[in-house]
């Protein structure tokens, strides 16, 4: 392990700052990277990961309520109704064998990376209101939840995007509010795996502080470089990491046919960008 430190500590910074520009991508590049690089099980990688993101989310959603970027309330009925099912979530996993939960991992993955490649627009001005009722923000929350525990990946380049739509917010407080939430759902994630899973508490430690140290480097690097610009580039590279995982967990041919089409599935979203009227497309801002 001690030749593949730096590598895993470089990544690891990589996921800071990923956590700390835009809320999101942390658990996606967390779990590969434990299981890949680090060489750790699925599921020591997914108990540590929900560690290493709680408490780079936490550190960076108090850095965001500094500067007001942090619904409490929004974030709170948000958090409660996801904590739940993170907690069952991680219980169900534990019943999972480790091939299916990095495959889900990786589908989930393609999904993001084309959500962040489209470029939805979320509600910026100042008369953004809500689209959608609260029961709709709870049931969202409950499915995200879920997903944190099941497989420790807390989609926030899907959620941040939706409390911006379905809450009213704007897109820093939106981002800031969903790294409160994503830091209750990875800690009671984490519950659910302490009675059976070993985690490498130096290991643990160094990714942690590493990860913390990127996510206030990028907190501030967020507020000079646009947000639209770092999530589309990086959702090529969550793309990229799907179709890796897809390979290496399925049995060939399964595992290229599947990444074969992840890697068609992206190609045709970067067409769209410049075919009129294409439903991979980007969305047109609102009028």
């Known amino acids: 392990m001690s030749g593949l430190l730096i590598p895993t500590l470089v990544l690891a910074l990589a ?12 658990s996606i590049l967390t779990v590969p990277m434990l299981t890949y690089v680090a060489g750790l099980d699925p599921r020591e990688a997914i108990a540590t990961s929900l560690f290493v993101v709680g408490v780079t989310s936490a550190i960076s959603a108090l850095t965001h309520a500094r500067r007001g970027f942090v619904q409490w309330r929004t974030g709170l009925v948000f958090g409660a109704t996801s904590m739940a099912a993170a907690f069952l979530g991680a219980m169900i996993g534990e019943h999972i064998s480790p091939t299916v939960l990095m495959v889900a991992f990786a589908v989930m993955t393609v999904a993001t990376s084309v959500v962040m490649i489209r470029g939805r627009r979320p509600c910026d001005g100042p008369d953004c209101r809500a689209e959608s009722s609260r029961l709709t923000l709870v049931a969202i929350g409950l499915g995200v939840g879920m997903v944190t525990g099941l497989i420790g990946a807390g989609g926030g380049f ?15 407080v939106a981002v800031g509010t969903f790294l409160m939430v994503i830091a209750m759902n990875s800690f009671v994630g984490l519950v659910g795996h302490l009675s059976s899973v070993h985690r490498q508490w130096t290991l643990v430690a160094a990714v942690t502080t590493t990860a913390v140290l990127g996510s206030l480097i990028g907190s501030n690097v967020a507020a000079r470089v646009p947000a639209q610009a770092l999530r589309k580039g990086f959702g090529w590279f969550v793309l990229t990491v799907g179709i890796v995982v897809l390979v290496q967990e399925l049995p060939d041919p399964a595992g290229l046919i599947l990444a074969g089409v992840a890697a068609v599935t992206g190609v045709a979203v970067l067409v769209c960008r410049v075919v009129p009227a294409c439903p991979l497309g980007s969305r047109p801002a609102p009028s």
């Open 15 to 26: 996921i800071g700052l990923s956590l700390g520009m835009l809320g999101g991508g942390g």
């Open 158 to 172: 899907l959620v941040v995007p939706a409390l911006a739509l379905l809450a009213g917010l704007s897109m820093p």
